[in-house]
């Protein structure tokens, strides 16, 4: 089964307006980390956003935020006020007890922000 | 959080040989991983490195095809070997997160096997 569902391939926004990214998780660890990263056409992995299974309030950074509903184990990342910049692939990621684990990836949205 | 320096950052090679990728980190860290991301697609585990043990290697990756070296704690190697068109991919290196920073990448090695 996978850990990771992102079931949006492609999604297009309108250039200032807010963007939802879909992501689901399966575990069984109560300790875990979700993540969500940036992969512009350069390759580069940038991060954006870290949830931890005991946080109690939605992480903020920036113009990123994390919807986090732990019941529906979804962890949304909701980009504000797009920009022609933040056109890349995202991913969402989840670690899964101890920080010395790796990351399992979900297979990814490609944003697409229109002027 | 961890800086990576990832080489080389592209390679085309021909199919039978083999490419060893480097990376070297600007701090100590007891896991380094590696993983695959074949054209179009997200990014699949190949093993996890530990500084003084044998790697571990996930399911359809083996030893023979990936050897990885990780003789300290800020460097390792990643060789794929015996190469064919479909090891094609862009292969990355990484360490665990410095709180909540998140994991560090290196910039990857596209490589095009021919």
């Known amino acids: 089964a996978q850990k990771i569902t992102q079931t949006q391939p492609g999604m297009f926004v309108q250039e200032k307006e807010a963007v939802t990214l879909d992501c689901t998780y399966d575990?069984?660890?109560?300790?875990?980390?979700l993540f969500w990263y940036k992969q512009p056409s350069s390759g580069e992995m940038i991060f954006l956003i870290y949830?931890?299974?005991?946080?109690?309030q939605n992480a903020t950074e920036g113009r990123y935020s994390l919807n986090f509903q732990k019941a529906r184990k979804s962890a949304n990342l909701v980009i504000s006020a797009s920009q022609l910049g933040d056109s890349a692939m995202y991913f969402c990621a989840m670690r899964e007890g101890s920080q010395n684990t790796p990351l399992v990836f979900g297979k990814g949205t490609r944003l697409s922000v229109i002027a | 959080s961890a800086v990576i320096s990832q080489k080389p950052s592209r390679d085309i090679c021909q199919r039978g040989t083999s490419l060893t990728i480097q990376c070297q980190v600007d701090?100590?860290?007891?896991?380094m991983f590696w993983y695959r991301q074949q054209p179009g697609q997200s990014l699949t585990l190949i093993a996890t490195?530990?500084?003084?043990?044998?790697?571990?290697?996930e399911s359809g990756f083996v030893i023979d095809k990936f050897p990885i070296s990780r003789p300290n704690l800020t460097f390792s190697t990643l060789t794929v070997s015996n190469m064919s068109p479909e090891d094609s991919s862009i292969y990355l290196c990484?360490?665990?997160?410095?709180?909540?920073?998140?994991?560090?990448f290196g910039s990857g090695t596209r490589l095009t096997v021919v």
């Open positions: 575990t069984s660890d109560p300790s875990y980390g």
């Open positions: 701090s100590q860290v007891t896991m």
């Open positions: 949830q931890g299974s005991y946080d109690q």
């Open positions: 490195a530990n500084q003084g043990s044998e790697a571990t290697y």
């Open positions: 990484s360490v665990g997160p410095a709180g909540r920073y998140g994991y560090t």
